[in-house]
């Protein structure tokens, strides 16, 4: 059966950095293009990156230059450096895997989803 676990998650001061991972079990892992979603509360889920099976990047505009979606197909994992954080990044941080094809900027083109992890950026 499939699993996206992240990790990586936590409180930090505005400003600081957080890496979130996520380690993906029961598929074929490269074949699968990956993105970071975010939801915080009352607010709907948004993108935050994905990243192509062939390693293609894109982020969303309040993403750029601030966080870097990579990721390490030998270990099945992928990852979301994020830096200067601010409290409006506060939200619980989800990865999915998907292999349709297409953009991968909107929910419904991922097959599988992780569990999420919690970022708290304190101000």
């Known amino acids: 059966q499939v699993q996206l676990v992240e990790s990586g998650g936590g409180l930090v001061q505005a400003g600081g950095s957080l890496r979130l991972s996520c380690a993906a079990s029961?598929?074929?892992?490269?074949?699968?293009?990956v993105g970071w979603f975010r939801q915080a509360p009352g607010k709907e889920r948004e993108l935050v990156a994905t990243?192509?099976?062939?390693?293609?990047?894109y982020y969303a505009d309040s993403m750029k230059g601030r966080f870097t979606i990579s990721r390490d197909n030998d270990k099945k994992t992928a990852y979301l450096q994020m830096n200067s954080l601010t409290p409006e990044d506060t939200a619980v941080y989800y990865c999915?895997?998907?292999?349709?094809?297409?953009?991968?900027?909107?929910?419904?083109?991922?097959?599988?989803w992780g569990q999420g992890t919690q970022v708290t950026v304190s101000s």
């Open positions: 999915a895997a998907g292999s349709r094809g297409g953009s991968y900027t909107t929910m419904n083109q991922y097959d599988y």
């Open positions: 990243i192509s099976s062939l390693g293609s990047t």
């Open positions: 029961g598929l074929t892992f490269r074949r699968y293009a």
